[in-house]
């Protein structure tokens, strides 16, 4: 029997590809930036698996031509570059990477967090363009951490993980909206004596407000123009969740008006964003390259479970981390 075709839409670590070697006839895309969406559809057709990351549309075009198709697994904790309910008719099993990634993320949302109230990016700007002549007394004055109250938008392992260090490590009080109770939000009314509110009393509220929400029709742009408003004048706002969940010509209006104080983003929409655009002539943000979970560690362990849950669905067996159990149903139809 032929090995299974795999078509993997970037390379990944290493640590990743090595489990795919030796169990599937493996055809790794070679560029830098995604395969255009012609040639995705093209390696789908005639694939049993496919390893994708978020940038990649597995739509429902591209499900209709991939005849062969039993498992997409995602290089990603999030799977909305997934039409998941056309997968699932067509019983193609769909994995993610979930939990791998919770401690660099919350890592990097504290850092970004940092660095908007200290204005280090902006510091590190005027240092390097000459400008720093002398200690100013009243120069680059930033915001205090301890004592201050933080607004968490989805409060789920990440939002508890960042919620967890800056409670324990700054004295932070928690505040937090969710969809729905789960045992992050339990551990955190029971071990941070955070306390559940309104949208609207959050952004009053708090000092800080960090976004940990998935993006959904509830989530999309809802951070627009009238949510800025309701937060203090002082405030940081801070997003590593999805780009889509923040209107940008909003944030940024935001900030040079003074309605907030500052921002750390490490996801935007589009992503990258042109190189003309708005965000990066904002002095008072922080714009990363979504790289809240490029570390060694965290990326060669997304690497293993991707190419595991790749795997495990290939040989029939269950997937570590399946977001349409039902699809098996499907395929035995």
Request: aromatic share 6%; hydrophobic share 45%.
């Amino acid at each position: 029997m032929s090995a299974p075709k795999v078509f993997v839409s970037r390379r990944i670590p290493k640590a990743g590809l090595d489990k795919l070697q030796h169990s599937c006839e493996l055809e790794v895309w070679p560029g830098d930036l995604p395969p255009p969406t012609a040639v995705l559809r093209e390696k789908a057709r005639d694939a049993d698996g496919l390893l994708t990351l978020l940038t990649d549309a597995i739509d429902a075009e591209l499900l209709r031509g991939a005849t062969r198709l039993k498992v997409v697994s995602n290089f990603a904790v999030g799977y909305n570059n997934i039409d998941l309910a056309e997968a699932t008719r067509r019983g193609v099993r769909v994995g993610n990477t979930p939990g791998v990634l919770t401690d660099a993320t919350a890592d990097a949302a504290v850092a970004l967090l940092l660095a908007a109230a200290r204005r280090i990016a902006e510091g590190d700007r005027y240092s390097r363009g000459g400008c720093w002549k002398t200690w100013e007394p009243v120069g680059h004055i930033g915001a205090d951490l301890v004592g201050a109250t933080l607004g968490i938008v989805g409060m789920g392992r990440i939002g508890f993980a960042v919620a967890r260090r800056l409670h324990l490590g700054w004295g932070m009080r928690i505040l937090f909206v969710n969809r729905s109770s789960n045992p992050s939000t339990t551990a955190a009314e029971r071990e941070l004596q955070a306390r559940s509110v309104s949208f609207d009393e959050l952004l009053r509220e708090s000092d800080f407000v960090s976004v940990h929400a998935g993006l959904n029709d509830d989530s999309r742009g809802l951070f627009e123009a009238t949510a800025f408003e309701k937060m203090k004048p002082t405030a940081v706002f801070v997003n590593t969740a999805r780009g889509g969940i923040v209107v940008e010509d909003d944030l940024c209006d935001a900030l040079e008006r003074g309605t907030i104080f500052a921002a750390g983003i490490d996801v935007t929409d589009p992503e990258p964003p042109v190189v003309s655009s708005r965000l990066f002539r904002v002095e008072n943000l922080v714009v990363a390259p979504h790289l809240a979970s490029a570390t060694t560690q965290t990326r060669n362990r997304m690497a293993e479970m991707a190419a595991e849950n790749l795997v495990a669905a290939l040989e029939g067996r269950p997937m570590p981390s399946c977001v349409n159990a039902e699809a098996l149903n499907e395929a035995g139809r």
